[in-house]
T-cell receptor, first 111, second 117 residues
Framework: ETGVTQSPTHLIKTRGQQVTLRCSSQ?????VSWYQQALGQGPQFIFQ???????GRGNFPPRFSGLQFPNYSSELNVNALELDDSALYLC??????????FGQGTRLTVV | AQTVTQSQPEMSVQEAETVTLSCTYD???????LFWYKQPPSRQMILVIR??????QNATENRFSVNFQKAAKSFSLKISDSQLGDAAMYFC??????????????FGTGTSLTVIP
């Protein structure tokens, strides 16, 4: 049990739609990052938030956006869904100086 | 840019035997961390072991140990006395040691480990 919870567990969306994925972190975890893990691949870094500000971004287009809230929860929003967005989305949170804790992921299927 | 390479898509080991998973990485930085994560079918990433680049001594955690060769940019994981519960996907990961980059991991493509009873 990592104390990091993602919702929903599974999700099916239609191409062109928008989706919001959620991550609830342990109290005090002021750093959260999101990853996209395509089938059979390693996780790819999307972006990171520190104290509610984005402070790092991977090679993902602007239609991938996020928010981090004062209650240590966060969101990943994806607009104009494409078939290639089908993947497992993972969040990881931590306090500075500690190890990262991963959630169990949200499996997104775009049809 | 940092890259992490795992050249063994699949490995198998007999129960109670030893297996070594390979990982190489590329970076121009001198201060960083390396990790091995386990991802079972439950999908949750579980930290197996961590190595700090400035430490010469190889990290060990019970049955898990690493061989860290900084000059060669190599970071292999040895699992001793393999157990059925070790079966999973294993990912090698890199993370820079900079303030506020604490969650920015670069992962390899993974090695699927099968443990044969």
């Amino acid at each position: 049990e990592t104390g990091v919870t993602q919702s929903p567990t599974h999700l099916i969306k239609t191409r062109g739609q928008q989706v919001t994925l959620r991550c609830s972190s342990q109290s005090g975890h002021n750093t959260v990052s999101w990853y996209q893990q395509a089938l059979g691949q390693g996780p790819q870094f999307i972006f990171q938030y520190y104290r509610e500000e984005e402070n790092g971004r991977g090679n993902f287009p602007p239609r991938f956006s996020g928010l981090q809230f004062p209650n240590y929860s966060s969101e990943l929003n994806v607009n104009a869904l494409e078939l290639d967005d089908s993947a497992l989305y993972l969040c990881a949170s931590k306090v500075q100086g500690s190890k990262a804790f991963f959630g169990q992921g949200t499996r997104l299927t775009v049809v | 840019a940092q890259t992490v390479t795992q050249s063994q898509p699949e490995m198998s080991v007999q129960e109670a035997e030893t297996v070594t998973l390979s990982c190489t990485y590329d970076t121009s930085e001198s201060d960083y961390y390396l990790f091995w994560y386990k991802q079972p079918p439950s999908r949750q990433m579980i930290l197996v072991i961590r190595q700090e680049a400035y430490k010469q001594q190889n990290a060990t955690e019970n049955r898990f140990s690493v061989n860290f060769q900084k000059a060669a940019k190599s970071f292999s994981l040895k699992i001793s006395d393999s157990q059925l519960g070790d079966a999973a996907m294993y990912f090698c990961a890199y993370r820079r040691n900079l303030f506020n980059t604490g969650n920015q991991f670069y992962f390899g493509t993974g090695t699927s480990l099968t443990v044969i009873p």
